[in-house]
């Protein structure tokens, strides 16, 4: 595949309009923002923030670099096996869910955009329970499938998660466009460097730390009114 057709396929997969069911997320924003815990744009940078560098970039594009490598070689068993130790590496079970949801909406969709045996062979594995089908591994199967490298592939995945945590702001009121367009420029230099650290970690240096947002995201359920799924 030719540079451009690699930033086409960048372009869809971390797009919004592609329905991957991740923008149903807030990750726990809801809530605080309900509380009155964020309220400003300072606050959800340093939120977005916390989650990109403390969660995200140190556990899922670790097990997204992982599982890309893993799909290079079809190998179905190791993806399992990766897929299991970001499960157990998930601390509450409101994000497990909605990780599992999201992946099972993107496998679908790109099994139909994508078709390929990689795919195919995830969706049994997930129809025979034995995958959880969390979004960054299939993120990371997909985009291998779809043509990217294992560099556009990281990229893709934090732009959509930065993006959808964005829009979740200007939802919630929190931001409007402008704010939130500054915020993503704010943090390109993050986006940036935990792509280059994931890429060198082992899935036994996965970890985590972010204890007042997994709160946040286990109060989610127990609102009364909410937009987000979590």
Same mark, same amino acid.
């Given at each position: 595949m030719n540079d451009i057709n690699q930033q086409f396929v960048l372009l869809q997969l971390a797009d919004s309009f592609f329905p991957s069911g991740s923008y149903t997320l807030s990750h726990g924003l809801e809530s605080l923002v309900q509380s009155g815990t964020i309220t400003s744009a300072s606050e959800l940078e340093t939120f977005v923030r916390l989650l990109l560098c403390n969660k995200v970039g140190s556990t899922d594009v670790v097990a997204l670099a992982h599982t890309y490598r893993a799909s290079v070689k079809s190998d179905v068993a190791q993806i399992e096996q990766i897929d299991a130790r970001l499960f157990a590496q998930t601390p509450t079970e409101k994000t497990r869910i909605a990780q599992r949801q999201s992946g099972r909406a993107l #496998?679908? @969709?790109?099994?139909?955009?994508?078709?390929? @045996? #990689? #795919?195919t062979g995830l969706s049994q594995k997930t129809a025979e329970g034995s995958l959880n089908c969390l979004h960054p591994v299939v993120f990371a199967a997909v985009a291998q499938v779809a043509g990217l490298g294992e560099e556009n592939a990281i990229a893709a995945f934090s732009h959509s998660f930065v993006t959808g945590l964005l829009g979740a702001g200007i939802r919630l009121g929190v931001v409007g466009h402008l704010q939130a367009q500054q915020i993503r420029l704010n943090l390109s230099e993050e986006m940036s460097e935990i792509g280059k650290i994931a890429s060198s970690l082992s899935l036994d240096d996965m970890w985590s730390c972010t204890p007042q947002i997994d709160l946040a995201q286990m109060q989610q359920a127990k609102l009364s009114r909410r937009l987000f799924s979590s």
């Open positions: #496998l679908m @969709v790109a099994e139909k955009t994508w078709p390929h @045996v #990689l #795919l």
